[in-house]
């Protein structure tokens, strides 16, 4: 996002300022009743946390506050017939998804099935040839070759016609997803999904790992070995935070827990992975490691051909395996990083060399030649830059096939749904989705997703946000605050890694560019000076000269160098005056809360 005009008294700001809701008396209670700095008793309510009771569950949260597995409709069904396929010998296979959260999910089942003693087996469909979903013609083969039970993770829930063909192939059909469904459920022995018009199940938000781990929990319970369920928590983490899932309410639990076991010693192919990516084996993984480290390696394979490599990593036992699977992911991730940056830079050309498709408030964009496999991470790394949702497609012969990220105030699956006549296949919820359409339909596909976005967006939707939980000075940021703060992770959507105020600072000496693209900074305010980063801000180096005065909204990050701890700001914008920052963020706006999405 090129730098824009705050209006009066700004200079230069990126984002539109605005403050974070809080109650002020829940934050007061808590801060009195728990013993908690004020600064963080405020960053508790305003992430909805109400009641000391809730905040002890929020910041110490334990294996006993997830939910009861029960509680899920059809959850009696699906372990009936499990265990009955176990008793009497049936295969079972589980189709699973290409992407973090479909692999996790099908690891997550596999290992809980083979130790429960299970024949299974497992397929994913490659997105290059076969696509996201359920397919009749893999259904046949798998018939073909003996399965009985078949067990969807992370997809199925608007398989009807894939279920109904299983079924007349003689294989009985478990759906398990978290998408959502139609006003009709497939008709499956169970369909285990939260989103259910008549689930009653509390937490709605879990990814289709959730839904995996939920099962999975019913199903070691069922034969008395609930103790093992802490060993398949990482995996649910991992697919957790890389789906983007809120990380608030059981989702907390789960990828707290689960980030606490990544380097476990049964997680072999973890460990391995960890190492590859470079993550200092002497402190804790975050989940922002999770989501920038671990997750796009995983997801790697998947996009680029097929997601065996990454399914195979995380069910060996054997540690040189787990080593050579997980650099064989680096190299994948490395042609990945390629491919997405090279559509970038094509998609980048194409708006400036046109202002009349930029200045569209959703941004379709085609081109032949464009790899399949990284359109969703162009079309976030779009949103991020323009502020407003984006189409982006690969043209092959008479088809584009295509995947689509939003704002906050454009619900994407409802806009595409208003052009549904147009497409061969779609899909996806709010912020994402995937699309495939006759090549010549894309014209007019362009016009009636721009006309529906013109009736739903107003100006203020399509300026991004930059969301503040309050103001700290320099002297406030210390070791014992960073510890405080720390209780919050994981961090991410819904839990963002809060962003603060801090008003005029002064910048000491020159600022440094790292690796031509991020600016370092050295501030002070009164007597306490502060290391501060801002990455790819290497373009504001000429408004932070030795002696300037600024307000930051930054976060406070940390480093860890041979085992030592450095506490420093990560700079999500400045001002080079007293910026205008309204009360609240409105519920509509394209806000940024600190964190970022999963690449």
């Known amino acids: 996002m090129t730098s824009g005009s705050s209006g009066k008294g700004g200079g230069r700001m990126n984002y539109r300022w605005v403050w974070r809701a809080c109650a002020e008396d829940v934050a007061a209670r808590l801060s009195r009743e728990l013993g908690l ?14 009641t000391p009771k809730a905040a002890e569950r929020f910041l110490w949260p334990r294996r006993d506050d997830l939910h009861d597995p029960y509680r899920m409709a059809s959850m009696g069904e699906a372990v009936e017939r499990i265990w009955g396929a176990i008793a009497r010998g049936e295969p079972i296979v589980i189709y699973g998804d290409y992407d973090v959260d479909g692999v996790t999910s099908l690891v997550l089942l596999t290992k809980t099935l083979a130790r429960l003693g299970a024949r299974v087996s497992f397929y994913v469909p490659e997105r290059l040839r076969e696509g996201y979903g359920m397919h009749a013609e893999a259904i046949e083969a798998l018939a073909a070759q003996g399965g009985r039970l078949l067990i969807s993770v992370d997809c199925g829930i608007r398989a009807h016609e894939v279920v109904e063909r299983a079924k007349a192939l003689g294989m009985e059909a478990i759906v398990t997803d978290h998408h959502l469904p139609e006003a009709e459920l497939p008709r499956a022995v169970a369909v285990l999904n939260p989103r259910r018009p ?3 199940y509390p937490e709605k938000n879990l990814a289709g790992v959730g839904v995996a781990l939920k099962l999975a929990q019913a ?3 069922r034969s008395g070995q609930s103790a093992e369920l802490v060993r398949l928590l990482p995996l649910a983490a991992i697919g957790t935070i890389a789906d983007v899932a809120p990380l608030v309410g059981e989702n907390r639990v789960i990828a707290r827990l689960g980030l606490e076991g990544i380097r476990a010693p049964e997680q072999v192919g973890l460990r391995a992975l960890a190492e590859a990516a470079g993550l200092a084996a002497d402190r804790p993984v975050t989940s922002e490691d999770v989501a920038f480290r671990l997750a796009p390696r995983l997801n790697a394979a998947g996009r680029l051909s097929t997601a065996q490599p990454a399914i195979e990593l995380l069910l060996t036992e054997d540690a040189e395996t787990a080593r050579r699977l997980a650099a064989h992911l680096n190299e994948h991730n490395a042609r990945r990083q390629r491919e997405e940056h090279a559509v970038l830079a094509e998609i980048e050309a194409m708006l400036a060399e046109d202002p009349t498709l930029r200045a569209q408030k959703v941004l379709v964009l085609a081109r032949e030649g464009w790899h399949r496999g990284v359109l969703g991470l162009v079309a976030s790394r779009v949103v991020e830059r323009f502020a407003r949702p984006a189409i982006v497609l690969a043209l092959e012969g ?10 906050p105030a454009f619900h994407l699956l409802q806009g595409l749904t208003a052009c549904a006549d147009l497409f061969e296949r779609y899909g996806g919820h709010a912020q994402a989705a995937g699309l495939i359409l006759r090549r010549d339909h894309l014209e007019e596909f362009r016009e009636r997703l721009n006309a529906e976005a013109e009736r739903v967006l107003t100006p203020l939707d399509l300026t991004p946000t930059l969301v503040l939980d309050g103001t700290l000075s320099l002297s406030e940021v210390t070791f014992e605050f960073w510890q405080q703060l720390a ?6 959507a819904g839990n963002p890694r809060p962003i603060f105020l801090f008003a005029n600072v002064r910048v000491e000496g020159e600022p440094q560019i790292l690796k031509d693209r991020h600016l370092k900074l050295r501030l002070r305010q009164t007597d306490k000076s502060v290391e501060a980063l801002w990455w790819n801000g290497a373009g504001r180096r000429e408004g932070c000269a030795s002696g300037s005065r600024l307000w930051l909204a930054a976060s406070i990050g940390e480093s860890f160098y041979g085992g030592l701890l ?3 700001l990560v700079i999500k914008d400045l001002s080079e005056g007293p910026p205008p920052v309204m009360l609240e963020a409105p519920s509509s706006s394209s806000a940024v809360g600190g964190g970022d999405e999963v690449a």
């Open 37 to 50: 700095p004020h600064a963080i008793a405020r960053l508790l309510s305003a992430r909805g946390v109400t």
């Open 198 to 200: 008549d689930c009653a």
């Open 219 to 221: 199903l070691l319970a």
């Open 398 to 407: 008479q088809w584009a096939h295509g995947s689509g990220r939003s704002i």
């Open 487 to 492: 209780r919050l992770e994981p961090f991410g």
């Open 566 to 568: 450095q506490i420093h």
